[in-house]
């Protein structure tokens, strides 16, 4: 089992930019990849950032590509959005995720384990 605890999600204005992190334990061996994705009211889940940890691979939806970056710090067993420039559009629950090493870091199936959420809050 691996747990997932996300931290840092809080209400911020257009503009502005928030670090949400993820902190993972347990069998840390079996979050190879990891990745945010995030669900606002109404909507379904959609991928935001993967990276494979082994390869330091990294992967964006085209919605937040050039504004958020992910990191790992392996050694740490944590994983780091930093969101920059942020829009009212990117207010959701960001969950962290984490599975095997995937091909296709953005399909939400192959993730095994899910933390319980974070709430950013963008206003304009």
């Known amino acids: 089992q691996v747990q997932l605890v996300e931290s840092g999600g809080r209400l911020v204005q257009a503009g502005d930019s928030l670090r949400v992190s993820c902190a993972a334990s347990?069998?840390?061996?079996?979050?190879?990849?990891m990745a945010w994705f995030r669900q606002a009211p109404g909507k379904g889940r959609e991928f935001v950032a993967g990276i494979i940890r082994s390869d330091d691979i990294t992967n964006y939806a085209e919605s937040v590509r050039g504004r958020f970056t992910i990191s790992s710090d392996n050694a740490k067993n944590t994983v780091t959005l930093q969101m920059n420039d942020l829009k009212v559009e990117d207010t959701a629950v960001y969950y962290c995720?984490?599975?095997?090493?995937?091909?296709?870091?953005?399909?939400?199936?192959?993730?095994?384990?899910w933390g319980q959420g974070t709430q950013v809050t963008v206003s304009s």
């Open positions: 995720a984490a599975g095997p090493k995937m091909r296709v870091v953005s399909n939400g199936r192959f993730y095994s384990y």
């Open positions: 347990g069998r840390t061996a079996s979050s190879v990849t």
